[in-house]
């Protein structure tokens, strides 16, 4: 078995202890190889990290998030990857690194976003979409822009600036299983409109 890596058992060691359900990282970076090659180390190494908490009956749920650099490991295809390849393991889908890595402009207009997120679900099936974990930024706003960490499973979004909850009650979490598709769902197309700047 491949060895476990030490930092994410100990971020989850100790998210653990402070209540922490979920632990979003960055899993690496290429080495200049092709992403397959990469994958067939990474994803034995994880599947390690997640025997290894679980023996020690740490229940925290592993979520490597995309990388906004195309040199690192973290394409929503390789996230993708690992969360098929392991249970236990779930993507955290941030959406300004996916615009950035890219390096095109693409991955910033409604659509697009709808786009990755069918991917999601239809590489990870309906349930798997009650527990998406996603970051949506203000793109348009390169300086100082607001972060926000929205997991489909909770009543209230979380600032990854601040750590506290918004108290704005419409904004509520929606599941797929039985919310309508990610187009017609109000929550998704009001979330775009606040962080683009764009109107009804």
Known sequence: MAAPAPYLID???FGNLAGATD???HPGTYFGRPADEVLKVVIPRLQGCVDELRQA?????????????????????????????IPGVVP???????????GDGAMNTYAEWISALEYYR???????????????????????????????????????TSCAPCTIP???????AKAPPWNKTPQVQAL???VSGETP
């Open 57 to 85: 009956g740490n229940p925290v749920t592993l979520r490597p998030e995309i990388s906004g650099k195309a040199a690192m490991l973290g394409s929503l295809a390789d996230i993708l990857e690992m969360a098929q390849a």
């Open 192 to 194: 775009w409109l606040e």
């Open 92 to 102: 955290c889908i941030d959406f300004a690194h996916l615009h950035a890595r890219l």
């Open 23 to 25: 632990i979003i990282f």
């Open 122 to 160: 239809k590489s990870l099936g309906e349930a798997a979409c009650s527990t998406c974990t996603s970051i949506f930024p203000a793109l348009p706003t390169a300086r100082k822009a607001k972060r926000t960490t929205w997991s489909w499973k909770r009543p209230t979004w979380i600032s990854r």
């Open 170 to 176: 419409a904004r509520r979490a929606a599941s797929c």
């Open 11 to 13: 971020a989850a060691h």
